[in-house]
């Protein structure tokens, strides 16, 4: 399958996303932090074609693919999980931070969005390891010094144990892909 996002030709993200796509089944609900142009989006309705898939960003231009839900809030708004639950009464089954690349805003929006995931669900980071892959992000990070990157906050999701994760997987490829208890 071939998708018109950078999980597919930049990041080599599909294969992890189709192994949680078949756990998770065709009526899932996918929540993508960090919208874009919409491919990710376009991708989770393909996957989840009886489901529901939900876009947040901050940027109103983005795309949003019509049939998706859209959310236009900062990653780290406390109000952004009762904007998501809105849209899932019952939360999601998979959530996806896909935004910033900043270290203490993935974390906000861990803390925020964490207790949505239902049970079986998973919750992913991307691109923790980029600073290595695409140095703008560390170079942004560089000139903003209250910006951390996301390789030095990542290794503090595995708390998630302490909160109902089964596991906390850290692929090479840079997802961290956490999956609440069953």
Not at 1 to 22: E, V
Request: charge should be negative; glycine fraction near 8%; include cysteine.
């Amino acid at each position: 399958m071939k998708y018109d996002t950078d999980k597919d030709w930049r990041h080599g993200y599909i294969p992890d996303y189709l192994r949680l796509a078949r756990a998770l089944g065709p009526a899932a609900v996918a929540c993508e932090v960090g919208v874009h142009e919409g491919g990710s989006l376009a991708m989770w309705q393909d996957l989840f074609p009886q489901g529901m898939v939900i876009g947040v960003d901050n940027d109103p231009s983005c795309t949003w693919p019509e049939g998706t839900r859209r959310v236009i809030a900062e990653q780290d708004d406390p109000a952004l999980a009762v904007m998501v639950a809105g849209h899932a009464l019952a939360g999601c089954d998979l959530i996806v931070d896909d935004a910033s690349h900043v270290g203490q805003l993935s974390m906000a929006t861990f803390a925020l969005l964490w207790p949505l995931v239902r049970p079986g669900g998973f919750y992913v980071v991307e691109d923790w390891a980029d600073p290595w892959v695409n140095p703008l992000w560390m170079r942004t990070s560089q000139a903003n010094p209250e910006h951390q990157d996301l390789v030095d906050v990542v290794p503090g999701l595995i708390t998630a144990l302490k909160d109902g994760a089964r596991t906390v997987e850290y692929t090479r490829e840079g997802l961290v892909i956490i999956r609440r208890q069953a």
